[in-house]
């Protein structure tokens, strides 16, 4: 009979989530792992199996809880057009205190790992076809409540701000300027009328 565990996977994976998120995957070491989760070497390769693994683990987290985040905006009932100006907005007001310009975990992995990585790429494209899915309903109920223009299509107009939400949350971690960014969001919700 082996040891019972004596950590709480579930606080040592969010531990792992903002190692990885913070440093990126490459950045990221072994010992850095098991220093921010408490682990041993044994103990972390037991639960986890591996850096990727713990990775990937990780990155679904991030995944569900986003698209967790996103459904709890669509099932809120308010005014579509403005749920998708307050998502939009929402990464420019974000703080930034103490140097923290991590973006999304997602957008990350698109850049750093998703290329070379089937694993993760399946992941990335994954999470961003589900975040399309709620855009899409997002859109789609606007454009029945008639404050979305139906000019575009609602699946082309999810796709369009799926990329749009991306491109933006990799220029707000560049630190581009406030009202630059804005300029950009209002622009971006011009393809609503």
Known sequence: MGRPREFNADEALDRALHVFWTKGYASTSMQD???????SKSSFYEFFGSKHDAF???????????????????????????LIEVQLRSVIERP??????????????AV?????????????????DR???????????????GGISRRHDARSLARYFVNALCGLQVMAKADRNTQALDDVVTTILSALD
Do not use: K, W
């Open 33 to 39: 792992l098991l220093d921010a989760m408490g682990l």
């Open 131 to 145: 975040m399309e899915e709620l855009f899409h309903r997002l859109i789609a109920r606007g454009q029945e409540e």
């Open 96 to 109: 930034s205190g103490d140097g923290d310009r991590r973006g999304c975990l997602t957008v990350n992995c």
């Open 56 to 82: 990937m683990a990780a990155l679904r987290r991030y995944g569900d809880r986003e698209v967790a985040r996103l459904d709890a905006t669509v099932c809120s009932g308010g005014c579509a057009r403005r």
């Open 112 to 128: 750093e790992l998703a290329p070379h990585d089937p694993t993760v790429h399946t992941a990335v494209s994954s999470h961003l």
